[in-house]
T-cell receptor, first 113, second 115 residues
Framework: AQKVTQAQTEISVVEKEDVTLDCVYE???????LFWYKQPPSGELVFLIR????DEQNEISGRYSWNFQKSTSSFNFTITASQVVDSAVYFC??????????WGAGTKLIIKP | GAGVSQSPSNKVTEKGKDVELRCDPI?????LYWYRQSLGQGLEFLIY????????KSGLPSDRFSAERTGGSVSTLTIQRTQQEDSAVYLC?????????????FGPGTRLLVL
């Protein structure tokens, strides 16, 4: 069965600190895709990144970076120099059967000024 | 270009009434998805469409839920005889076909409250 675990329910840090959100997944598929979405207080899910199982290179986009490790089935997300606007709920997801997103429970990130 | 739009943004209804939720996908996106987000259950898949066909309806919670899509575009999710446990945010997403490599883009959701 496919499953995504985000063990951190809530994280609170002070602005400018670095923060890492953990994501561990389970799948028997040899080809799979992982996603991160952000849900700000407004409620809309915003796509951040997609990673396929063949590409283990880490990705960096501005202050955001993602560390994908197949050996530990993890796809962690780091925000460097966090800002108040980064406050949101972040979801990690795995796609099943090419169409169904299997979601983690989400991590609520609070950035305090 | 325009993103996924959903209407209404909020809906309050009385238990036992029927409701219709609408989703307009991104133009050109052939795949459309409905998810539900509730406090107790998190994010759950409900149904998806490829064109006007719904190959997988297994996520629909009961036979009170139905969905259709017409013209390969707009989709309507209908909940009959609403119950309080139907209260949730209903999210619609669309993508360029169904494939793991296709990103699903989400609308703002419809917040449904059943009194």
């Amino acid at each position: 069965a496919q499953k995504v675990t985000q063990a951190q329910t809530e994280i609170s840090v002070v602005e400018k600190e670095d923060v890492t959100l953990d994501c561990v997944y389970e799948t028997r598929d040899t080809t799979y895709y992982l996603f991160w979405y952000k849900q700000p207080p407004s409620g809309e899910l915003v796509f951040l990144i997609r990673r396929n199982s063949f590409d283990e290179q880490n990705e960096i986009s501005g202050r955001y970076s993602w560390n994908f490790q197949k050996s530990t089935s993890s796809f962690n997300f780091t925000i460097t120099a966090s800002q108040v606007v980064d406050s949101a709920v972040y979801f990690c997801a795995l796609i099943k059967s090419n169409y169904q997103l299997i979601w983690g429970a989400g991590t609520k990130l609070i950035i305090k000024p | 270009g325009a993103g996924v739009s959903q209407s209404p943004s909020n809906k309050v209804t009385e238990k036992g009434k029927d409701v219709e939720l609408r989703c307009d996908p991104i133009s050109g996106h052939t795949a459309l998805y409905w998810y539900r987000q509730s406090l107790g259950q998190g994010l759950e898949f409900l149904i998806y469409f490829q064109g006007n066909s719904a190959p997988d309806k297994s996520g629909l919670p009961s036979d009170r839920f139905s969905a259709e899509r017409t013209g390969g575009s707009v989709s309507t999710l209908t909940i009959q005889r609403t119950q309080q446990e139907d209260s949730a945010v209903y999210l619609c997403a669309s993508s360029l076909g169904t494939s793991g490599s296709r990103t699903q883009y989400f609308g703002p959701g419809t917040r449904l409250l059943v009194l």
